[in-house]
C-alpha cells in the first residue's frame, strides 16, 4: 500500500517539500543558538556589549582578590570577563595588552572593551561602564568619532586602565602605537607599550584626534600611598570606581608592596547586589 502511494509523483514531491523544510527549520534553529550563545548575557536592560580584558603571567598573592573582584563585576552587569595567563607577544609581555584587545576587536561581539592592569579592583561595582562612556561621551562634540578614553599620572599617559570602543579604527591606531615602537627600537631607544603610546599621542599624528584624556580618578585612581596623579590632583576615596597600584613597589616598603594594597583595600570596596 504505502509502496503504490510513493509511486505517485505529486505525494513523492510533497513529502519532499516537507522533509527539505524539517531539515531548514533543524539547521536554522542550530544557527541561531549557536549565535546566541556567543553573544554576552545582560543583566536586564540592553546595553552596550562590554568586555574587561587583563591578564596576569606570574604567581602573585592578590590574584584570587583581582579575579574574584572582577568576576563579580561583570557577572553583576552582564559584561564579558578575559584573562589571559601566559603571553607570546613579540615585543615583550606587557604588549599582550594590544593583542588581546585586537583579537576582540575581530570577533566582533563588542561594542566597548576595557583593559584593566591586574593591579587593580574595581572599588564601587555599582557604577556602570556604560554610563562612565556615555558621560564621557556627552562632552565630546563628536562623540562617534572618539575611539580611546585614557588617563594620565604624574608622568603624563598611564595604560593601567583605559577604554577602546571596538572598531578598525582602533586597531589602526594600535599599529601605529606598535610601529613606533619598532622604529624607535632600530635607534635602540626602547619604548614599552606605554612609553610608546604617550610619545604617539605627544605627536599629534593621524589617529591621535580620537583619543580622549579623561580625568584619571574615574577609570584610574591611585591610592595616597601612591601619590602619583594627573593635573586634577584627585586621591582615590571610597565610592571611586576603581583603584589601581601602579609602581607600589617604589612607594611602599616590604617584600609585597602590591599585595599589601590590595589586601588593605580590598574592606573598602563596595561590591553591589550579589550576581544572580
Known amino acids: 500500500m504505502l509502496a503504490r502511494k ?7 514531491a510533497i513529502l519532499l517539500v516537507t522533509l527539505i523544510f524539517l531539515l531548514w527549520s ?33 604567581q602573585k598573592s592578590y590574584i584570587h582578590l583581582s579575579l574574584r573582584n572582577k568576576d563579580h563585576y561583570v ?20 604588549w599582550l595588552k594590544f593583542d588581546m584587545i585586537e583579537r576582540l576587536i575581530h570577533a566582533k561581539q563588542h561594542d566597548w572593551i576595557w583593559w584593566m ?11 556602570k561602564l556604560e554610563d562612565v562612556i556615555s558621560e564621557t561621551l556627552a562632552n565630546s562634540t563628536e562623540p ?13 599617559l598611564n595604560d593601567g586602565s583605559f577604554i577602546v570602543r571596538s572598531s578598525p579604527r582602533s586597531i589602526e591606531f594600535l599599529n601605529r602605537v606598535r610601529a613606533l615602537h619598532d622604529s624607535e627600537k632600530k635607534k635602540e631607544n626602547g619604548l614599552n607599550d606605554q612609553e610608546a603610546m604617550r610619545d604617539l599621542l605627544l605627536s599629534k599624528a593621524p589617529l591621535t584626534e580620537h583619543v580622549q584624556r579623561i580625568p584619571q580618578w574615574k577609570i584610574n585612581a591611585f591610592p595616597p600611598e601612591i601619590a602619583c596623579f594627573d593635573d586634577n590632583r584627585r586621591v582615590w576615596e571610597k565610592g571611586f570606581f576603581v583603584i ?12 609585597d608592596p602590591t599585595g599589601f594594597l590590595m589586601k588593605k583595600y580590598e574592606s573598602e570596596i563596595i561590591w553591589g547586589p550579589e550576581p544572580k
Open 244 to 255: 589601581h597600584f601602579a609602581g607600589a613597589w617604589a612607594h611602599v616598603d616590604g617584600d
Open 26 to 58: 533543524i539547521n536554522w534553529s542550530s544557527l541561531a543558538y549557536s549565535t546566541a550563545s556567543m553573544i554576552p548575557k545582560s543583566a536586564g536592560q540592553r546595553h552596550n556589549r562590554i568586555a574587561i580584558v587583563t591578564f596576569i603571567t606570574d
Open 117 to 127: 592592569d591586574f593591579d587593580t579592583l574595581i572599588t564601587n561595582t555599582t557604577v
Open 144 to 156: 562617534d568619532n572618539i575611539d580611546f578614553l585614557v588617563t594620565d599620572d604624574c608622568n603624563g
Open 6 to 12: 510513493l509511486s505517485n509523483p505529486p505525494l513523492i
Open 75 to 94: 557577572k553583576q552587569h552582564g559584561y564579558d570577563l578575559f584573562v589571559d595567563y601566559e603571553s607570546h607577544a613579540e615585543r615583550g609581555t606587557t
